[in-house]
């Protein structure tokens, strides 16, 4: 007999099929947590099982090893008519009894199709096919991989508490290194590379803050600009090298005042040809005080994640004499996890910072004493369907304390 549970997700696939047919926001999101609900509610034991702890990490290893011998874009290229399995065994060198093997995984996998004595490609798999997701594949594998398998261990190790410094967490144990996580990506190249793609990746096709329904841009930010504070629309704080703002001006065209963008000397160096990007590109140290004075807006997306309160509050005081009081925003682009109803993008994101980097993604109440404790007041939160970050809007919260600018 069908249980009750699955059965109510399944009304609520209905309805929700019914919204993405009609392209509402966040409904693709909701489909897929839907469906995963749904296979939470009818697995047995040991269905789940052999899903997590077989299929999963065999998939993973296949494409894996899928990126060395560019299986998939070697599918990707053969197009519609795909190929024999036996020809493209012998062509990379693969025992073609093995290769049918780990290719069944595949498509069982729904990564690949087979039909007609051919494998296919998928729009799945010619995604994953591009350089950056290929290099991600070795990013997830190769460094995230090894670090997820060590916390039993680790934690065992440490007595169950989350790590106090940058070198001791579970990556740290897996590599055998004493090296911080960026440190040691750099020094193993092309590591530091793969993770830059995966950077690159994680973020293509996410709604953005200044979309459309997301943060009200014109109402809170371009009415009400006034150029005789200081000539500045929008700070990007550690933007990078400028792919946030630069979707930015395309979206918002004729938008008044400057844009500017800020990350360190050697990001911003790495810009092509700065004079026809439609941002101002500086290079600026966030640990030391804001140079661009009252500026409508402060954009910091994915700053503060990366550092612990100590850090991420010196952040925000270094902000603030460059805050015209009442008018500046500081605008937090950043995942406020939910404690009743945490999504797998978010708590993925903070068991990568419990992994790797010490540090955490934070709740509301966490959000709120930090920035609070740096003198700023939440002014708004402003949440997307499907997006895993949300926008925090604050300002200086008295007036009064402000220097004069
Ligand atoms: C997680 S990335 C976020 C980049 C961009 N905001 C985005 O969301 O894609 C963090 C950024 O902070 C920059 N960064 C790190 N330390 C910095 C510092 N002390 N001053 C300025 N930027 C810094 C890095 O170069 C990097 O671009």
Known sequence: MANQHASSILENLASTGNAYVHGQPGSRENLIELSRQLIASLEIPSEFLQRSFWAEPAMSAHLRLAVDLNILGLLRDAGPD?????????????????????????????VLT??????????????????????????????????????????????????????????????????????????????IQNFASFMA??????????????????????????????????????????????????????????????DQEAVIGEIQDKKSQP??????????????????????????????????????ENLKPALKPGYSRVLLNEIVLSEEEPTLA?????????GHLNVRERTEAHWRTIIEGAGLRVINIYRYPGSAESLIEAELAEAVAAPKI
């Open 82 to 110: 795909g190929l024999d399995p036996e020809a493209l065994a012998e062509k990379i060198g693969v025992q073609a009894s093995l290769f049918k093997r780990l290719m069944r995984h595949l498509v069982a996998m729904h």
């Open 114 to 191: 087979y039909s007609d004595g051919k494998i296919h490609a998928t729009t799945l798999s010619n995604g994953l096919a591009a350089e950056d997701y290929q290099r991600s594949i070795m990013f997830c594998y190769d460094v995230t991989r090894p670090s997820f398998n060590n916390f039993p261990d680790h934690f065992k190790r440490v007595g169950f508490v989350e790590p106090t410094t940058t070198n001791d967490g579970p990556f740290n144990d897996a590599f055998s290194t004493p090296l911080p996580f960026f440190d040691w990506l750099n020094a193993n190249p092309p590591n």
């Open 201 to 262: 990746s994680y973020r293509a096709g996410k709604p953005n803050w200044f979309d459309e329904g997301f943060y009200p841009v014109k109402e809170r930010l371009i009415e009400g600009f006034d150029a005789s504070i200081g000539s500045a629309l929008l700070v990007d704080v550690g933007g990078g090298r400028g792919h946030d703002m630069a979707m930015f001006a395309a979206e918002h065209k004729g938008h008044p005042g400057d844009i500017v963008l800020q």
């Open 279 to 316: 941002f101002i590109a500086t290079a600026h140290d966030f640990y030391t005080p804001q140079p661009v004075i009252g500026a409508r807006a402060y954009s910091l997306h994915s700053i503060l994640h990366d550092w612990d309160d100590e850090h991420g509050s010196r952040i925000l």
């Open 346 to 354: 978010a708590t993925s994101m903070d068991m990568m910072m419990l």
